[in-house]
């Protein structure tokens, strides 16, 4: 081994809100671990709430004033070095994502990006331990960017998420799995990254609703979402696709597109009380409600009319995280280019910036943040990229690229900034 492959540059959380990018040195591997190099990784509002909570999240030790974790979850990268036990599975250069849900017998519930302190996103390299290869959570990955694999994890989630809706008929009970095909779906609070991913999932799906209805109450989200997507009464795939600001329609104008009939599967993408209660409201009979958000308040509450859930067969289920098989089904359709996810990116950005990307993420508008962890970057908006680059050639040249793609970021777009943005230097990392 080189001098300096040890060393490495990372995000690291030693209390609440205590989040400091810093350089140090990575032990050896042993038998059983793979040393790795990151090259991108997608902030997720799971990492925010980890920062904010500290170690009274679950998934955070306790000692981390001690020995501070690195955070990120949604990563890509190359194997560099591969532990003794390995060497025939997994191979030096592979392409890799990991599934953080590892679920690893015997031990508190830990997470690489929450509990450990050698395995994050936000970091260069990284040690990946045996509980992540044990539980067969280390998954190759074969395409040709990174940024689209970094997105494999929460597409997994939403694999997961439409997996676990279920339909029954009363004379049989036996529960049918998985969305009503043909049938009406809302996703409330949609237009987000989540949202928008989930409506792309779902058109490149087997088992396809006939009727997708998006809302939103924010109007630019919602025009964005509707140049990415067919507008109203337009069909993609057999598909109908509706976007709707519900500040100006109300729950019945929105039941009028079904007809009359309610929705069959509602998703819930933002945890606010009266969502979850308008999901109870736009339901059809037998209609699955899934609380797909997540909230920080361990308290959260909201209304349900239970007349509907006894008379109208309505239910209730939450989805979070998904397993190794969501997130290779999620690989399988990155890799084979069935799906692209780069419509839930809206910034991207280099190691340099993540500390105070992660503490602010809820008050930067857009979708998803992408981090170059390699690079020193500032997180930039796409839409800004015009605007940047009348001082900086390399946000001038991106923006010509993405033109080319009504504004989504692309392979070209990553090639060119990997080909041309400062590097950190070795290990050294610039403020």
Known sequence: ??????????????????????????????????????????????SYKAVVQGSAHKRVPENIAESPVLIGHELCGTIIKVGKKYQNKFKEGMKYTIQPAINYPGKEPEAPGYSFQYIGGNATRIIIPKEVLEMDCLIPCYGDTFYKVSLAEPVACLVAAFKEQFHYDRNQYVHKMGIEEDGNLAILGGCGPMGLAAVDVLLNSERKPKLIVVTDVDQNRIERARKLFPTKKSKVKGVEV??????KYSNQEILKETDGKGFDDVFVFVPIKSLVQQAGELMAIG???????????????????????????????????????DLREAVKLIDENIFDPAIMISHIGGLNCTAETVKNLPKIPGGKKLIYTQYSLPLTALDDFESVGKTNSLFADLAKIIEKTNGVWSKEAEKHLMANAEKINGNKFYK
């Open 1 to 46: 081994m080189k001098d300096g492959v040890m060393n490495t540059t990372g995000l690291r959380l030693y209390g609440k809100n205590d989040l400091r990018v810093e350089s140090f040195e990575l032990p050896e591997i042993g038998e059983d671990e793979i040393l790795a190099e990151v090259e991108t990784n997608s902030i997720c509002m799971s």
């Open 242 to 247: 509706l976007f709707i600001n519900t500040t």
């Open 287 to 325: 209609g699955c409600l899934n609380f797909f958000a997540g909230p920080s308040d361990k308290n959260f509450t909201s209304e349900i009319n239970f007349y509907n859930v006894h008379y109208n067969r309505h239910h209730i289920i939450g989805s979070a995280g998904s397993n190794s098989d």
